[in-house]
């Protein structure tokens, strides 16, 4: 590794030099099977021909011009992310943490426009948001947090998939005026919302006047089987954030809102240099457009179905799988021990993973995988995993 990066990741020793739909190679031409996808950011895979054809046309003409001018692929964009989220305005940034921090400062400056000089944000305990300070703020992840105070004021944290938590919080603080929660908390282990839950959500900010925002930066792009994590309920937020899958690979993230919260932003709230240039949003469109065209939320539907099938079939049962988690290619499998060295056997036979939350396994593969890869996949899971419980008993 090299002495000139700072040691911020746990890097594992491979770099890819190739990639091809669900497969990367290294310089030596070991190939190695995609179950991560960047963390959900590759959902077309690696050098879709769509997605490369679009970006090499967009290079040719135009890179970059300042948020000073109209950026018409962004107005294209913003059109088309509201029809597809029930939403009314976009604001482009460049991440997920970019679009949560626009998410925040939107609900603080919605609170203080109606006399709220003190607002405050409910999230839920073991929620990620990013690792800005403010996002870091909102994250109830202890272990993300640690060491990173004092934290921003603002936030407070109740159980996630908690009614009643919210309701107490709101009894107890006047000033809280939004509630931003994940629908699949991805970090906090593959947890999704219970049915209700999001809803219940919806129905009480509505009583109470506070803004409901979901961060869909992970869930977001048809990942879990639908364009958005929220669909599954139809519990409409008034701030959507997005990011990782929108690019696939090209950085770009989204802040949507829509009613009061979609007004409360004026020239000069908020901004980003880089965010909603003309290369990201022709990335962003060229990603939707290759996912309607083909279908790809319903295939993120029945592939994660029939993943979960086989993993259930050859695993259900055994003491090591406490549990299978997510919503469409957004899977976790709860084991019943740490196991984060899994992810280096995986490396070893070429398959990559992911462990959230010490014993979680999460799989989050290309939408574009082939009903043999998704096989493929499987058998190499299940095959680590009897190994892994048989010398771990």
Not at 70 to 93: S, T
Not at 134 to 151: Q, Y
Not at 264 to 293: K, Q, V, Y
Not at 319 to 341: A, F, N, Q, S, Y
Request: proline share 5%.
């Amino acid at each position: 590794m090299s002495d000139y990066l700072m040691p911020t990741y746990a890097r594992l020793p491979v770099a890819f030099v190739r990639g091809e739909g669900c497969w990367l190679w290294d310089a030596d031409g070991k190939r190695y099977l995609d179950g991560l996808s960047g963390i959900a950011v590759s959902g077309l895979g690696h050098s879709h021909p769509r997605l490369v054809a679009a970006l090499q046309d967009q290079v040719g003409q135009l890179l970059h011009t300042s948020n000073l001018y109209r950026v018409p692929l962004q107005e294209q964009l913003a059109e088309r992310l509201c029809g597809l989220a029930g939403m009314e305005r976009a604001f482009f940034c460049n991440s997920g943490a970019e679009a949560n921090e626009a998410a925040i400062k939107i609900a603080r400056l919605h609170a203080h426009q109606r006399g709220n000089q003190s607002p405050v944000i409910l999230t839920t305990e073991r929620s990620f948001h990013g690792r800005t300070l403010g996002t870091l703020s909102a994250t109830g992840n202890t272990k993300a947090r640690e060491g990173f105070g004092p934290h921003m004021p603002g936030f407070t944290q109740v159980p996630y998939n908690d009614l009643q938590a919210v309701e107490a919080a709101g009894d107890a603080d006047p000033n809280i005026c939004a509630v931003l929660v994940e629908p699949v908390q991805g970090e906090g282990g593959v947890t999704p919302a219970r049915e209700g839950y999001l809803a219940g959500l919806r129905a009480l900010c509505d009583r109470r006047g506070w803004l409901l925002m979901f961060d869909e930066v992970q869930t977001g792009i048809a990942r879990t089987g639908e364009w958005f994590g929220f669909q599954h309920e139809t519990a409409q937020p008034d701030v959507l954030t997005l990011a990782k899958g929108l690019g696939s690979g090209v950085p770009v993230g989204a802040c949507l809102a829509r009613g009061s919260a979609a007004e409360t932003f004026g020239p000069g709230s908020h901004g980003s240099t880089f965010g909603g240039n003309p290369l990201a949003c022709r990335a962003a469109l060229a990603t939707l457009e290759t996912i309607s065209d083909k279908a790809l939320v319903q295939r993120a539907a029945s592939l994660g179905a029939g993943l979960r099938e086989r993993f259930e079939a050859a695993l259900a049962g055994r003491p090591i799988l406490r549990e299978i988690r997510g919503r469409g290619l957004m899977l976790g499998l709860v084991l019943d021990r740490p196991c984060t060295e899994l992810v280096r056997r995986a490396l070893d036979r070429g398959l990559l993973i992911n462990v959230t939350a010490e014993s979680v396994v999460r799989l989050l593969p290309p939408l574009v995988m082939s009903d043999a890869e998704a096989d493929e996949l499987a058998d190499r899971l299940i095959e680590l995993i009897n190994e892994f419980a048989a010398n771990n008993a």
